[in-house]
């Protein structure tokens, strides 16, 4: 069975920081291309951040960049969402995603093959 299950999330003050991860199972996770996506109260699914399977390409949504950083560990099946100075408007459900195409996840994402379950994260002003 292959599943998406995120971790990490909660409620932190503004300027805070918080790590989401995301294990992946039943798939050959080496293979895959990985992103973050948000979705607020209200607002339509966004892509924050996605990584190839080799860590050589990785794509940032402008309003997080400088402050997100996604890594992957692929022995331990994991990728990773590093999130600092976080904001009032990052406050959202955060989705892990799988495909084996990295221009899957930043442009199509209706097609992506694997979601997660979400994590929500809340950010007090």
């Known amino acids: 069975q292959v599943q998406l299950v995120e971790s990490g999330g909660g409620l932190v003050q503004a300027g805070g920081s918080l790590r989401l991860s995301c294990a992946a199972s039943?798939?050959?996770?080496?293979?895959?291309?990985m992103g973050w996506f948000r979705q607020a109260p209200g607002k339509e699914r966004e892509i924050v951040a996605a990584?190839?399977?080799?860590?050589?390409?990785?794509y940032y949504a402008d309003s997080v960049k400088g402050r997100f950083t996604i890594s992957r560990v692929n022995a331990k099946n994991t990728v990773y969402l590093q999130m600092n100075s976080l904001k009032p408007e990052d406050t959202a459900v955060y989705y892990c995603?799988?495909?084996?195409?990295?221009?899957?996840?930043?442009?199509?994402?209706?097609?992506?093959?694997?979601w997660g379950q979400g994590t929500l994260v809340t950010v007090s002003s």
């Open positions: 995603a799988a495909d084996k195409s990295i221009v899957t996840i930043r442009v199509r994402d209706r097609n992506v093959e694997v």
């Open positions: 039943g798939l050959t996770f080496s293979r895959y291309a």
């Open positions: 990584i190839s399977w080799s860590t050589d390409n990785t």
